[in-house]
């Protein structure tokens, strides 16, 4: 997943802050996800889907599918 949160993030020119706010958590709690070091609940995983408007299958690296 961590891969996907980057990459969507860079494609959309975000910093690691504005993701932050996007599903509401901390700076730092967003960049241990990105480093893979804490695995984002669900409701995270929701908000950062709706916002990419990506699948949570793809945003879990499961499929290469973008689409919901």
Request: hydrophobic content about 30%; aromatic content about 10%.
């Amino acid at each position: 997943m961590q891969t996907r949160l980057r990459e969507l993030r860079e494609d959309m020119d975000l910093t690691q802050l504005e993701c932050s706010k996007i599903a509401y958590i901390s700076k730092n709690s967003y960049i241990r996800y990105e480093n893979n070091e804490r695995i984002p609940p669900l409701d995270t995983i929701i908000a950062f889907a709706k916002y990419y408007n990506v699948s949570i299958d793809y945003l879990l690296d499961q499929t290469n599918n973008k689409l919901r």
